[in-house]
T-cell receptor, first 116, second 116 residues
Framework: AQKITQTQPGMFVQEKEAVTLDCTYDTSDQSYGLFWYKQPSSGEMIFLIY??????QNATEGRYSLNFQKARKSANLVISASQLGDSAMYFCAMRDPYSSASKIIFGSGTRLSIRP | GAVVSQHPSWVICKSGTSVKIECRSLDFQATTMFWYRQFPKQSLMLMATSNEGSKATYEQGVEKDKFLINHASLTLSTLTVTSAHPEDSSFYIC????????????FGPGTRLTVT
């Protein structure tokens, strides 16, 4: 079965510093997709970044980049120059490769708090 | 961008009553909609997947008769919590995807249900 593991329940980071949120996954499939979502206190899920298993380059979206290490089955999110507005829950997720309906499996999440 | 709405954003109901939550894709036709449940400080757990015009596929452990899902059109899916109990109090989030868009799911803002 597919599984997403986030080992950091919470993190505190000083404003303007870079932060890395860890994510490892487990799948026996060769084709899969990995996501990161941000969930602020309002509850909405905000899509941040996507990495396909066959993508040769690490995905980047503005201040977000995904450090994809396929052999290690890790997909860490790097946020550069953190801002106070980055304080939120962050979920790593994987598209279930056996689901034709693009079902997504979520990790347990990391609560990121940015200190001014 | 694709927008998904949910109504109501929050609801309080008495134990034993039923409550309906609507999920609408506002500017696109969603071939598939997903319903998630999130308890405080926990991750999103997929409850069911629904395709327009067909019966929903429920995840293991989710009671079909308690959580009724209807996907009557390409822009509307509803989740009805029947005979609600306090343990059903949770944050319910829907998402929608479009066939052919391999990875994107568009999330609604969520509905907070409190059963008294």
């Amino acid at each position: 079965a597919q599984k997403i593991t986030q080992t950091q329940p919470g993190m505190f980071v000083q404003e303007k510093e870079a932060v890395t949120l860890d994510c490892t996954y487990d799948t026996s499939d060769q084709s899969y997709g990995l996501f990161w979502y941000k969930q602020p206190s309002s509850g909405e899920m905000i899509f941040l970044i996507y990495q396909g298993s066959y993508d040769e380059q690490n995905a980047t979206e503005g201040r977000y980049s995904l450090n994809f290490q396929k052999a290690r089955k890790s997909a860490n999110l790097v946020i550069s120059a953190s801002q106070l507005g980055d304080s939120a829950m962050y979920f790593c997720a994987m598209r279930d490769p056996y689901s034709s309906a693009s079902k997504i499996i979520f990790g347990s999440g990391t609560r990121l708090s940015i200190r001014p | 961008g694709a927008v998904v709405s949910q109504h109501p954003s929050w609801v309080i109901c008495k134990s034993g009553t039923s409550v309906k939550i609507e999920c609408r894709s506002l500017d696109f036709q969603a071939t598939t909609m997903f319903w998630y449940r999130q308890f405080p400080k926990q991750s999103l757990m997929l409850m069911a997947t629904s395709n327009e015009g067909s019966k929903a596929t429920y995840e293991q452990g989710v009671e079909k008769d308690k959580f009724l899902i209807n996907h009557a059109s390409l822009t509307l899916s509803t989740l009805t919590v029947t005979s609600a109990h306090p343990e059903d109090s949770s944050f319910y989030i829907c998402s929608a995807s479009v066939y052919g868009e391999a990875y994107e799911q568009y999330f609604g803002p969520g509905t907070r249900l409190t059963v008294t």
